[in-house]
């Protein structure tokens, strides 16, 4: 199904009214404070966020999945799932994809599609964390960080292979994320396997086309849970800068130990212009995986402040990172979910972008402790909805997203079209 532009007239004007109040009242009171809201509404207008293919099914854990219904059986489905989230809320034009779960066997048909819903491939993602069928040799003990010669050559091939695809959809980025590593102590040399993991990758790098960008993703722990090679943003920015300059680090906020400064690291890596891309989602223990903005939205916001000083400064030679969710879980409707998460970031991220950049500069110049917070917190304390409303009122989408999804009964829609047992390829 589609969501057509009658349907968002329509809601818009049954709600206008109430909007237009909430928006002059808060547009007026930045307007005071010396806030360009126009400005603001403009960069709202044109922020993105990629939807991974893998986030359209309902997820699982290693103790089961429980499917949804009406869920997309294919790459096509999947295209329009995301059109229907762009058609609602404008800031979903992209999305991200799996190889091997969503290999796109006709890429012209797949670029059109995805061009007639105004969709763009962002970076494709890599998987040598799984073995798949008919494959030669297991992962199972490492792949790009593998002993043997052979699982490297056939790791660093399938990463070759994933470029490939993406270079015909316009793909301009490849993600690695790597399992490698050890569940117990002495089963791996960790100098010669994150030599191995060098090695590879700059195999990989030597492939990749000259406009594109290759990410390195890093984890603490899980699948193996005694060492991993990418272990953290240390190592996998050492890595991008043995690669050279179009290597960079990629931070998920899952991929952290508990209470680790991830706003300060978004910081580091901005200073030495290393920030490639960010995954969204958001954690109470590990690595969740919930929807972004649920647990620890504080946080969010002072990533997006470090994200914002980063990206707004002239001086940073930091490109704008690619922004992309990646949440899977059991228990919501994912459409449902990613509406919810596209939201959560944008409240974040205008929440960063009224903050008074030069009255905070001063304060921390004159190591004023109480007014820094003080500026900090009343953008926190601030509600940005309806500047988010007013973004999409312009650009054509709904006021209120998730409240015309569910007043078009979309899911029903989609399982009267798919079925009730329709599960999702892929995860
Ligand atoms: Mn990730």
């Given at each position: 199904m589609n969501v057509e532009k009658y349907q968002i007239d329509e809601h818009n004007s049954l709600n206008e009214r109430q909007h237009k109040k909430r928006y002059d009242f808060l547009s007026e009171m930045l307007q005071q404070e010396g806030i360009d809201v126009e400005a603001i509404i403009k960069k709202l207008m044109d922020f993105q966020i990629a939807i991974p293919s893998w986030a359209l099914g309902t997820g699982g854990t290693r103790f089961g999945r429980f499917s949804g219904t009406g869920e997309p059986r294919s790459l096509e489905e999947k295209i329009e799932d995301i059109g229907l989230l762009h058609a609602l809320n404008r800031s979903s034009g992209a999305i991200s994809l799996h190889i091997p779960w969503d290999i796109p066997e006709n890429a012209d048909a797949i670029k059109s599609l995805a061009g007639s819903y105004d969709i763009v491939f962002d970076a494709v993602n890599s998987n040598t964390f799984q073995d798949q069928k008919n494959q030669n040799y297991s992962y199972k003990f490492g792949s790009l960080s593998h002993t043997q010669k052979e699982v490297r050559q056939q790791a660093i091939h399938h990463n070759i292979e994933v470029i490939k695809y993406g270079e015909v959809l316009g793909s301009?980025?490849?993600?690695?994320?790597?399992?490698?590593?050890?569940?117990?102590?002495?089963?791996?040399?960790?100098?010669?396997?994150?030599?191995?993991?060098?090695?590879?990758?700059?195999?990989?790098?030597?492939?990749?086309?000259?406009?594109w960008k290759m990410f390195i993703e890093y984890k603490p722990y899980?699948?193996?849970?005694?060492?991993?090679?990418?272990?953290?943003?240390?190592?996998?920015?050492?890595?991008?800068?043995?690669?050279?300059?179009?290597?960079?680090?990629?931070?998920?906020?899952?991929?952290?130990?508990?209470?680790?400064?991830?706003?300060?690291?978004?910081?580091?890596?901005?200073?030495?212009?290393?920030?490639?891309?960010?995954?969204?989602?958001?954690?109470?223990?590990?690595?969740?995986?919930?929807?972004?903005?649920?647990?620890?939205?504080?946080?969010?916001?002072?990533?997006?402040?470090?994200?914002?000083?980063?990206?707004?400064?002239?001086?940073?030679?930091?490109?704008?990172?690619?922004?992309?969710?990646?949440?899977?879980?059991?228990?919501?409707?994912?459409?449902?979910?990613?509406?919810?998460?596209?939201?959560?970031?944008?409240?974040?991220?205008?929440?960063?972008?009224?903050?008074?950049?030069e009255m905070l500069w001063e304060a921390q110049r004159q190591n004023d402790v109480v007014k820094a917070q003080e500026i900090v917190q009343n953008a926190f304390r601030t509600d940005v909805r309806p500047l988010l409303a007013e973004a999409r009122r312009r650009s054509?989408?709904?006021?209120?997203?998730?409240?015309?999804?569910?007043?078009?009964?979309?899911?029903?829609?989609?399982?009267?079209?798919?079925?009730?047992?329709?599960?999702?390829?892929?995860?």
């Amino acid at each position: 199904m589609n969501v057509e532009k009658y349907q968002i007239d329509e809601h818009n004007s049954l709600n206008e009214r109430q909007h237009k109040k909430r928006y002059d009242f808060l547009s007026e009171m930045l307007q005071q404070e010396g806030i360009d809201v126009e400005a603001i509404i403009k960069k709202l207008m044109d922020f993105q966020i990629a939807i991974p293919s893998w986030a359209l099914g309902t997820g699982g854990t290693r103790f089961g999945r429980f499917s949804g219904t009406g869920e997309p059986r294919s790459l096509e489905e999947k295209i329009e799932d995301i059109g229907l989230l762009h058609a609602l809320n404008r800031s979903s034009g992209a999305i991200s994809l799996h190889i091997p779960w969503d290999i796109p066997e006709n890429a012209d048909a797949i670029k059109s599609l995805a061009g007639s819903y105004d969709i763009v491939f962002d970076a494709v993602n890599s998987n040598t964390f799984q073995d798949q069928k008919n494959q030669n040799y297991s992962y199972k003990f490492g792949s790009l960080s593998h002993t043997q010669k052979e699982v490297r050559q056939q790791a660093i091939h399938h990463n070759i292979e994933v470029i490939k695809y993406g270079e015909v959809l316009g793909s301009k980025a490849l993600t690695v994320w790597l399992a490698d590593g050890s569940c117990f102590p002495a089963q791996q040399n960790f100098r010669k396997a994150l030599q191995r993991t060098l090695e590879s990758l700059q195999e990989i790098y030597a492939h990749l086309p000259t406009d594109w960008k290759m990410f390195i993703e890093y984890k603490p722990y899980e699948p193996n849970f005694y060492s991993t090679v990418i272990q953290d943003w240390g190592t996998s920015f050492l890595l991008a800068n043995k690669l050279g300059s179009q290597a960079f680090t990629l931070v998920d906020l899952g991929h952290h130990l508990p209470n680790t400064n991830i706003e300060q690291i978004v910081a580091t890596l901005m200073m030495e212009g290393k920030l490639g891309g960010f995954h969204f989602n958001d954690s109470k223990y590990g690595d969740d995986d919930l929807t972004v903005g649920s647990i620890k939205p504080y946080q969010l916001f002072l990533i997006f402040n470090e994200l914002v000083e980063g990206i707004e400064d002239k001086n940073t030679k930091n490109p704008v990172p690619a922004w992309m969710i990646d949440a899977s879980h059991n228990v919501k409707d994912p459409l449902e979910d990613l509406l919810q998460s596209v939201e959560a970031i944008k409240i974040a991220y205008t929440q960063a972008l009224i903050i008074h950049r030069e009255m905070l500069w001063e304060a921390q110049r004159q190591n004023d402790v109480v007014k820094a917070q003080e500026i900090v917190q009343n953008a926190f304390r601030t509600d940005v909805r309806p500047l988010l409303a007013e973004a999409r009122r312009r650009s054509g989408a709904a006021i209120n997203p998730l409240g015309l999804f569910r007043k078009l009964e979309v899911r029903k829609k989609l399982v009267e079209e798919r079925g009730e047992l329709a599960i999702a390829t892929g995860l």
